[in-house]
């Protein structure tokens, strides 16, 4: 059985027969339709658009709501549509792993058409031109990390490749947001035709994000007469070029092997991952979980697919705002972070096997509900406790999805500000409450501490995942080791002040010293780790 066109209609029956749902639509009149009046193209089609979006307009296209399929383009890594997408004719394998123990696969099929966006690929880049020229396309939406988003670094300098950018105009760029904003004035030269450019990516306000990048281009290619200055005009007017706020949620981790070993005991051959020359880890099918929430803002000034009758919610941007900091501030992103930074410690290696353990079960708990549900914004669309509920009961514990602390742990000094920090924010300024009340946030941030040490509660070496902050913030525990003999922990002062990484000043709001004697607990030996957990989680 191969993962074709060819393949899926020559093997139906044996596809069927293993269990897995074929797209249902007339493929050839969904297919032409796309080519001729193209209405969504996404940037960077990765597993989550591949396990969710896609996955919805599969839906769609199945039930006759839509017409039209999805285009996807890829600005960096060429080898994915190259090496993954083309062989597959774009068809992907979607694994959704359920808690009750049972897999749903589905082949998806939406995605009509896939190109690389090259700008010095003539046949690639004119067909891109000919979408963006198209008075259909309603938006073109973006996976890129928000990483994919910045123009300079931390200090305000402007990327050397973005700058070169700056200086060539739209005619030919070669950074990725430079051929993006380069198509999309080519949409304006063909009549200031309207579209949504929405950013799908999991960070705040990512509409924003990406509205800056392109005003970064156009003001700087207009104000060197390499750009109609009318352009401006265009990506600034909502009525022409919106960039909406969207909050997405759903677990998509990586291809994992025995999800591979599954797909290819039903007789299914060549799923083997590719690993590019750029490091990226590819595969024909995804796994992921069977929960997903996509809320964007409903700011689509060229009309927009019927979206919601697939389960994505359109609503305004404060409710937008409102779901991402429930989510992101209190309901999950907090939780897995505690997990991964105590996983590490106590060595484990999926998700799901640390909510076995009553104590890191626990610890979540206190944090979600009683630490972090008291000063959530009920967004209304989705209630926070409902949400904790499912985070806590199905979510985490899903015993086939194989997340692991590791992974989560990646970048974690760039998380801990937004995870943890509104929380405390919300704390310090309710008169009703104080910031002593927060006893296990604290003992995250501890556990941070002790985690940068790289020892874990066996007193083993481990890798630490990586972290642009991680040789900085290492310094401040390097004189550390597993004793329980006294220690000067004023050294770790200038770490606990940094704004930046904790979203406040603790040692201004007076958090760092209980935060200082959780670490004093933590490190004063072997089996340390656990012996804190269960003291204070009660």
Not at 87 to 114: C, F, Q, R, W, Y
Not at 129 to 144: D, E, G, N, R
Not at 293 to 319: C, R
Not at 389 to 395: A, E, H, S
Request: hydrophobic letters at 40%.
């Amino acid at each position: 059985m191969k993962l074709t066109l060819d393949g899926i209609r020559k093997d139906r029956a044996a596809y069927l027969a293993a269990g897995y749902s074929l797209p249902s639509f007339d493929y050839e009149a969904v297919k032409q339709n796309t080519y001729e009046n193209p209405a969504w193209i996404h940037f960077g089609a990765g597993n989550i658009f591949r396990a969710f979006q896609a996955n919805v307009v599969q839906k769609l296209l199945n039930d006759g709501i839509l017409k039209t399929g999805l285009i996807a383009a890829e600005g960096y890594d060429y080898e994915i549509i190259e090496k993954s997408n083309r062989p597959h004719d774009n068809l992907t394998i979607l694994a959704t792993l359920k808690a009750d123990n049972t897999v749903d696969k589905t082949v998806v099929g939406s995605i009509m058409e896939s190109l690389i966006l090259d700008s010095g690929n003539k046949t690639e880049y004119e067909r891109l031109k000919a979408i963006f020229a198209a008075p259909s396309l309603q938006m073109a939406s973006f996976t890129i990390t928000e990483k994919g988003y910045a123009t300079a670094d931390a200090k305000g300098n402007v990327f050397p490749a973005i700058l070169a950018d700056f200086e060539k105009g739209p005619q030919a760029p070669d950074s990725y947001l430079g051929k993006v904003v380069a198509l999309l004035y080519h949409r304006f030269t063909q009549g200031a035709l309207p579209i949504a450019m929405v950013s799908m990516d999991n960070c705040s306000h990512n509409g924003d994000k990406l509205r800056a990048a392109v005003q970064a281009f156009a003001n700087a290619w207009c104000e060197k007469g390499l750009a109609d200055k009318a352009f401006l005009t265009y990506i600034n007017d909502p009525a022409s070029v919106s960039f909406p706020w969207s909050m997405i949620d759903k677990i998509t981790p990586r291809p994992d092997a025995k999800v591979e070993a599954m797909l290819a005991a039903d007789g299914i051959e060549e799923l083997e991952p590719v690993i590019t020359s750029k490091n990226t880890y590819i595969a024909p099918f995804v796994n992921a979980e069977e929960c997903e929430y996509l809320v964007i803002e409903d700011a689509f000034p060229n009309g927009k697919p019927a979206l919601e009758q697939g389960g994505i919610i359109f609503t305004d941007k404060e409710t937008v705002d409102k779901v991402e900091k429930m989510k992101v501030c209190t309901c999950l992103n907090p939780l897995h972070t505690a997990l991964a930074v105590y996983g590490c410690l106590l060595d484990y290696h999926l998700i799901s096997d640390e909510m076995k353990d009553p104590v890191l079960k626990k610890l979540v708990e206190i944090i979600g509900y009683r630490e972090g549900l008291p000063v959530v914004v009920n967004p209304g669309i989705i209630d926070p406790r409902s949400f904790i509920d499912q985070v806590v009961n199905v979510r985490i514990p899903n015993p086939f999805m194989p997340d692991t602390p590791q992974r989560i742990a990646t970048d974690t000094s760039q998380k801990l500000a937004i995870r943890f920090g509104e929380t405390i924010k919300a704390y310090a300024g309710d008169p009703s409450k104080s910031v002593s009340d927060l006893k296990l946030i604290p003992l995250v941030f501890a556990g941070w501490l002790r985690y940068l040490m790289a020892v874990d509660d066996n007193g083993n070496a481990f890798t630490p995942s990586s972290d642009p902050l991680l040789a900085t913030a290492s310094e401040y525990v390097k004189g550390f080791s597993l004793s329980d003999a006294p220690k000067d922990l004023s050294v770790l002062d200038g770490l606990l002040a940094n704004e930046k990484i904790f979203g406040v000043d603790l040692l201004a709001i007076g958090m760092a010293d209980l935060v200082k004697r959780y670490f004093a607990e933590l490190s004063c030996g072997v089996g340390a780790v656990r012996a804190t957990l269960e003291k204070y989680t009660v």
